[in-house]
């Protein structure tokens, strides 16, 4: 069929000529999709304001040669104006589906769409740190992708845990015996929090130290632009995360 329709979320968009605009979308059952909006750039238009980052919508698109075509637009969450005035919000938000463009087609299913719906509305809601639920977000995204990180057993031999090395190209935590010289070290506390962040389990996430945050944080970020081969530019307005400490005499 040449019209479908579709519940989107809108991951970003390109000017296009004069009154047009490029959206890019993450679907719940046709992937991402790269269509073109006409008009919307005008006070007169529609549904411009349905279409803007964050925002989620049912929208009826024909299938063009190369970009489909945007021909209607319901609302069906505002999130964008609860999150664009809050700076943590907008910047955790922006990684988030940041990283959702980066999966390729294989990888956007509609348990990818259901997590970016379920992140962009809990930041819109502010029930937890921003950072929380972008990190918590991260740790799923890749779990759906295939890269669940190893948390509890060694990621590269299986042996049980707790180990206290974590490296993001072994896939996780991994015990002393196959932990690289200069691994990170994980307390208890930070692992604790990681497992915590991949479950939602967010009565532990929201009472975790301040150093276990960042400690977390900066493993996470690390690992998932490993595995997503390229860094996730929005992540460098994040708040930062204190360095994670090197283990000694790991090898």
Same mark, same amino acid.
């Given at each position: 069929m040449p019209t479908y329709r579709d519940e989107v979320v809108v991951l970003r968009t390109h000017k296009l000529g004069e !009154?047009?605009? %490029? +959206?890019?979308?993450l679907s719940r059952r046709h992937g991402k999709i790269r269509a073109v909006a006409k008009g919307v750039r005008r006070t007169s238009s529609r549904f411009g304001a349905r279409l803007e980052p964050f925002m +989620? *919508?049912? +929208?009826? #698109?024909? @299938?063009g040669r190369n970009l489909d075509i945007v021909q209607q637009a319901e609302s069906l969450g505002s999130y964008g104006a609860e999150i664009a005035v809050h700076y943590d919000r907008f910047t955790a938000a922006n990684a988030m589906v940041e990283t959702a463009d980066r999966l390729n087609e294989a990888e956007a299913t509609p348990q990818q769409y259901l997590l970016? #719906? &379920? &992140? /962009?509305? !809990? /930041? *819109? /809601? =502010?029930?937890?740190?921003?950072? =929380? %639920?972008?990190?918590?977000?991260? #740790?799923? *995204?890749? *779990? #759906?992708s295939g890269w669940a990180p190893g948390l509890d057993e060694c990621a590269r031999c299986g042996a049980p845990g707790p180990h206290q090395a974590f490296v !993001? @190209?072994? &896939? =996780?935590? +991994?015990? &002393?015996?196959?932990a690289p010289v200069g691994s990170v070290r994980v307390d208890a506390d930070t692992s604790s929090l990681l497992r915590a962040l991949m479950a939602g389990e967010w009565d532990v996430v929201d009472d975790a130290p301040a150093g276990s945050i960042g400690a977390a944080s900066g493993l996470i970020a690390a690992y998932a632009q490993w595995h997503l081969e390229r860094g996730i530019r929005s992540l460098e307005h994040v708040s930062a995360a204190p360095e994670p400490q090197r283990a000694e005499g790991t090898r």
């Open positions: !009154a047009d605009r %490029i +959206v890019t979308l +989620v *919508a049912d +929208v009826q #698109l024909y @299938q970016l #719906l &379920g &992140g /962009l509305r !809990a /930041l *819109a /809601l =502010g029930d937890h740190s921003s950072r =929380g %639920i972008l990190d918590s977000y991260l #740790l799923r *995204a890749m *779990a #759906l !993001a @190209q072994l &896939g =996780g935590t +991994v015990c &002393g015996d196959c």
